[in-house]
């Protein structure tokens, strides 16, 4: 009999200001070393019954990553920086043997925030009700979190000790301090870096649009990287209106519907649409509690269509914000049945499918989807025996077929 699945203990890496490009080479020359060690830390404390989720705070300095104005930000950059994180959290696993196959896997979670002069003060009670209008969250933002950190991490260098003050000041101050029970632990600091803009860096368009109402889809069977990346940029891009009683915004994320998936490899691994709905959701729900730390869930409400059968979840939060969770059986889901959404975000290999919406909205005499893509995670490091050497199994950090399949063999041999 498996054992009772616990909470996942929760852990924070502060990770001070960015690289002033945004290459590997930089990140691993600034994290690398810190990364490794929090992820290594981290994994000795997953097992069978609980597992181990470490959020990623990569904090920014003022204006760092804007494009024109305080409601648009730059979204080519901000999605390639995130997505070399995300590769480079892979090597780092690949490397040091750390995965769901080993049950000592980390949910890696990265996410951005922007610090300001003001930033330590004590937070006050309209800074709890203020909701963020750009991508680039507020730094009060994790602090006013939820969640229940058992373990604090911060770079051993001028920087990183810098930044950790700052947060455990902050949080001090906070209405969280009452139940914060954290450690904090430095880990090796890298090459300090710098605060600085990023000139020659285009945003997506001069002016950038805002969009309340925005989709995403996919299979997101065992949750990955790459998943990640999607998923958060989706968030990131939805507007939400601090100027409004009700910031609103709607996020619909089509999941693929287990009949379409009958002929997937490694069948016997591959998760339901329950499951794999709950994983995205609970995902979300991680990235929103640092976005609107204050809002809760106001309801939700699960149907069935009666004619296709198609599950549907709806989430609806006291700000107004709305996540829908959508079964598809098509490769256009909700994107040409409700004309309200504005927005799609997709991976590089489906940019095809982006124009295939668009036809069928125009021939309906609707507006056509902005759409916005993300990168596609892969194994180029810029060495090319280390890149041989970790290939394969870098595969199974990025690729469900590939973790299915490991996952089989690992239930072959009894396990």
């Known amino acids: 009999m498996a054992p009772t699945r616990l909470d996942p203990l929760c852990w924070l890496l502060l990770l001070p200001y960015s690289p002033s490009a945004a290459s590997l080479t930089n990140l691993t020359a600034a994290f690398e070393p810190g990364l490794r060690q929090a992820l290594k830390r981290a994994s000795q404390s997953s097992n069978r019954s609980q597992s181990t989720t470490l959020d990623i705070a990569l904090v920014y300095g003022e204006h760092s ?29 690949t490397e040091e043997s750390i995965d769901r196959e080993y049950e000592n896997d980390v949910d890696a979670r990265v996410m951005f925030f922007h610090i300001t002069a003001d930033s330590g003060k004590k937070i006050q009670e309209h800074d709890k009700q203020s909701h963020p209008r750009s991508p680039l969250i507020p730094f009060q933002a994790l602090v006013l979190s939820p969640k229940s950190w058992k373990r604090i991490c911060f770079l051993e260098n001028q920087n990183g000790h810098v930044l950790c003050e700052e947060f455990l000041q902050a949080r001090k101050n906070s209405p969280n301090s009452a139940t914060d029970r954290f450690d904090t632990e430095g880990v090796a600091g ?76 490694f069948i016997d691994q591959l998760q339901d649409w329950d499951s794999r709905q709950e994983a995205v959701r609970e995902f979300l729900l991680g990235i929103f509690q640092m976005i609107l730390p204050t809002d809760n869930l106001k309801s ?116």
């Open 65 to 93: 990553l804007r494009c024109g104005n305080d409601t648009s930000f730059d979204y080519i950059h901000l999605q390639k920086l995130l997505g070399l994180m995300y590769r480079l959290i892979c090597i780092i696993c």
């Open 190 to 265: 890298g090459v300090n870096t710098r605060v600085l803009s990023h000139p020659g860096v285009s945003s997506l368009q001069d002016d950038c649009n805002s969009h309340s109402s925005v989709a995403v889809g996919g299979t997101f069977d065992h949750l990955h990287a790459g998943h990640k990346l999607l998923l958060t940029m989706t968030a990131l891009l939805l507007h939400l209106d601090d100027k409004s009683a009700s910031p609103g915004g709607l996020l619909t994320v089509g999941i693929t519907g287990d009949e379409l998936l009958k002929k997937k490899q």
């Open 300 to 415: 939700s409400q699960r149907t069935s269509d009666p004619d296709s059968g198609a599950r549907t979840v709806r989430q609806e939060f006291e700000s107004g914000l709305v996540i829908n969770y959508v079964e598809i059986f098509d490769a256009f889901g909700p994107t040409i049945t409700d004309e309200s959404i504005s927005a799609l975000v997709l991976s590089g290999e489906t940019r095809s499918g982006g124009q295939a919406v668009n036809d069928k909205r125009g021939a309906k005499g609707w507006s056509s989807l902005e759409v916005f893509e993300v990168d596609v995670l892969n194994t180029e490091i810029g060495d090319e025996s280390a890149s041989n050497r970790i290939e394969e199994n870098y595969q199974g950090k990025i690729s469900s077929t590939e973790i299915r399949r490991r996952l089989h063999n690992h239930a072959a041999v009894g396990h």
